[in-house]
DNA sequence: GAACCTTACGCAAACGTTTGCGTGTGGAAA
DNA sequence: TTTCCACACGCAAACGTTTGCGTAAGGTTC
């Protein structure tokens, strides 16, 4: 079995020295023509790539982006990683994906891990545990080695660093707004508990919605999900028996298990309830019906956070001083989980 | 904006040597407990990590393994790549992970990067084009210079490495053999062109039911559909007029863009149609009616695949040399879709 | 024939580690 | 006082690159 060839290989075999092979394949005009020739054809032959890792030692980077998510098997983060992947392959950048899986702990480990000489800085969008712990030592850990970090999403305030966000209080305002166009009265809303900081922010989207309505905002109508896998139950709970005519739902699942229950209650969606999702996903688009939703734009989101990072890196230290938080449009996508005969 | 400290610089702040910091860190008997204890409480306080690239560099391995997909937004994969972190994470390795965007340039490209010093050795399932083309030369090429490849669901016959897969021919039989067993009679099947390997398998499975049941195959119960982005208007077509009692969809979106479909035309799932899919992703689990599937176990392929190449990595030569292909078990998850009343 | 200039290459350091071996210091034994 | 042995540490090479600088060989000029 061949071994990777090495500078040093062609070297010997060629008789000359390691750095004039080096030269040779960078066509210096130190070496002459002939030599150049010689070593080119060699390395061809036995198919010389240099070695990375050499080179990242040497170069002090790694042109590698690491990419940490609380999960990767969701749509929306897969989307935002196709974003960010379009333009590191661009600019020549590798990279790394790791998902927390929503831990605390493995988001450390993987953070420390890249952050050792894997990656040159990162792209981050932190974990449900790590919201409700509030500890970002490792995250301000790598930013003060020198270390560029951009959030997306799940973002903390607390730290102060380039970030790519949508309006999510907006967006869901939007929503709302559209459900209340369409002649709905009696909206409920699925979001998560508190500390997720997007449900947080579309719940204050929809409260704001209604109150410039001036629809008072029932107790009732509001269902905080603490366990998003086992989310039907408290859905079914919730919805037994409840006078609504339309759902918010935070996310894609809450809206397809909202609809999914009303099914099984016998209500018609849109008809009876219309429902509105928020993430543009898979599920949103084939379901039947088709719903209603704001998308949130993942692979724009992902573009625009492997720009800004690639700026600091490359940028000088005017730029890398500076802070930029980037507001991704959402926009309201009409299928026809909304569509009301009586509209 | 502190560095990254290195242990140069602890042993010039200390004033030892770097070998002296080096092996106090690593609890030498050759240092003195003073020494140690000086030393390492200093590299606590300035939160000394070793440098991967430099250990990666000495030790001529990188414990990272370079995973290949075709597409990134898939669940299907990203259920894999799951199976591959959990195996990876525990053994200590990390996980790089390239979509290739099912473009034969892209494979080879991110392979070659990754091959040349960033990964240790491969986890791929190749891209729609490179089985089209039938060009494996980067593949054998990366396998000729030592590192293991480990091919999973679209793999190539040709190369000889360990490989995990499912049986697709005998999941569809399966599928097909359900459809048969609730009393369809006219089962048509939704399938790729037949360069895509799992594709082709899929539609010799439904074929084989189809024979041991004594039904003649038609031709125009059979689509291969080219272009999987835009199947909607080809399912369309062929479900014009059709007289059938049964589909069998190679995928998740063929089967609930078939039922979209259906329920355009007035027709009930299942009562008129049944409907059975392959890969058990969340459309399959949300969609109303819920649909019965071959569910492939992508975690699980993972997993394996990452044994299989972790095993390569730390065997001796002795396992080295020896290829072997893990067939995963698919199971059939019944459910709404191919209910029927008269069963 | 001396002085000088090209040309074409090699040396060595550096990136951050690890580790086998060499060595200076001190104390104990003879 | 000499010899010897631990002990505690430093040296240097190695991993694969890149690159500034030094230098030998050969040619040109006067």
């Known amino acids: ?44 032959l036995y198919n010389y790539k240099p070695n990375n890792i ?61 952050a050792s000489g894997s990656a040159d800085g990162f792209i981050l969008s932190v974990a449900k545990e790590t919201q409700l712990k509030k500890d970002y030592h490792h995250i301000e850990e790598t930013m003060s080695q020198g270390m560029p970090v951009v959030l997306f999403d799940r973002i903390i305030d607390e730290i102060v660093c380039d970030k790519v966000i949508i309006d999510d ?22 979001t998560t508990v508190d500390y997720i900081s997007v449900g947080k922010l579309r719940t204050n989207g929809y409260l704001r919605a209604l109150r410039a309505y001036d629809i008072p905002e029932k107790e009732e109508y509001i269902l905080k999900i603490e366990d998003i896998d086992n989310c039907e ?44 999702g928020f993430t543009d996903g898979i599920l949103s688009k084939h379901f039947i019906p088709s719903l209603t939703t704001i998308s949130q734009h993942g692979e724009d989101m992902g573009i625009r956070a ?15 001083e500076e802070y930029r ?14 569509k009301k005969n009586k509209e």
Chains 1, 2 share one sequence.
């Not at 960078?26 to 002939?34: A, F, H, R, Y």
């Not at 609380?70 to 600019?91: L, M, Q, R, W, Y």
């Not at 929503?175 to 009265?185: D, E, M, P, Q």
């Open 169 to 190: 209080a907006k967006g869901a305002q939007t929503a709302t707004n559209h459900l209340l166009s369409i002649g709905c009265k009696k909206i409920a809303i699925l």
């Open 54 to 114: 050499a080179l990242s030692l040497k170069n002090r980077k790694t042109k590698t982006i690491g990419v940490i998510i609380p999960e990767i098997v969701h749509h929306f983060f897969t989307t935002v990683i196709g974003g960010v992947e379009k333009v590191a392959n661009e600019k020549g950048y590798n990279v790394i994906i790791c998902s927390s899986n929503n831990s605390f702990d493995k988001e450390v480990i993987n953070m420390e891990m890249l």
């Open 306 to 320: 492997a720009k800004l990072l690639i700026d600091k890196l490359e940028g000088d230290e005017a730029v890398t």
């Open 233 to 276: 139950s408290e859905i079914k709970e919730f919805l037994k028996d409840k006078d609504i005519d339309a759902i918010f739902a935070v996310n894609e699942l809450f809206a397809v298990t909202a609809a999914k229950v009303l099914d099984e209650h016998g209500k018609k969606v849109p008809d009876d309830v219309a429902i509105i």
């Open 325 to 338: 938080t980037v507001i991704i449009d959402t926009n309201l996508i009409h299928r026809q989980s909304t």
């Open 1 to 44: 079995m061949k071994q990777k060839v090495t500078l040093k290989q062609i070297a010997k075999e060629l008789d000359v020295s390691i750095s004039t092979v080096s030269k040779a394949l960078k066509d210096s005009v130190e070496i002459s023509l002939d030599t150049r020739q010689k070593v080119k054809a060699f390395a061809k």
